[in-house]
């Protein structure tokens, strides 16, 4: 049986493509667990942020510096964190899973009319609506040989995506009084 400390241990990565909710969702689910929610957006080094905001695709190498960072945010939070991060494709979140064991993910997946839809309303992000295409067909859907991601529609409500996303990780127990 876990101690108390490894139970209460919380380390999830919410991802998918931009525009989904992933910080909405990961601030909501921080909160839930009370653990620190970070938003991967702000771990990007700034040649990154730079590209993607001239409608350049990041590449491989612009990728794997700043999935190290992420999966050292989440090893850095002894009690656990949420962060918020595409992980597109499965090397990705392996990347991720060799730098924070015990890490989850919560796959907010939608169409592309739906999730561009909602990021043509956002307003002051760096990356353009522009790159949506290219987010598409990078996203590797986690599949069943990927049992640690939980996949949540979000084709729904932001309350509902929440409320699925803390009964898929079990996290219910955490938030009742």
């Known amino acids: 049986m876990a101690d108390q400390g490894e139970t209460r241990a919380c380390r999830v990565v919410v991802m998918g493509v931009s ?9 909501a689910l921080g909160a839930a667990a009370g653990v620190a929610f970070v938003d991967g957006d702000g771990l990007h080094p700034d040649a990154n942020v730079a590209k993607m905001s001239a409608g350049i695709p990041l590449t491989d190498a612009d990728r794997w510096p700043w999935l190290d960072i992420v999966a050292a945010t989440l090893a850095d939070h002894p009690q656990g964190a949420v962060v918020a ?40 992000h760096f ?35 929440v409320a699925a996303a803390v009964e898929g990780l079990g996290l219910a127990a955490l938030t009742r009084p």
């Open 85 to 124: 991060c595409s992980a597109l494709r499965k090397v990705y979140r392996d990347r991720i899973r060799a730098g924070a064991p015990g890490v989850r993910f919560v796959f907010l997946d939608g169409g592309q009319d739906v999730i561009g839809g909602r990021q043509a309303s956002r307003k002051g």
């Open 127 to 161: 990356m353009p609506p522009s790159l949506l295409a290219s987010q598409f067909a990078t996203l590797e859907r986690p599949g069943a040989d990927e049992p640690d991601v939980v996949r949540v529609s979000v084709d729904q409500p932001v309350e509902a995506v």
């Open 19 to 27: 525009g989904s909710g992933k910080s909405t969702v990961g601030e």
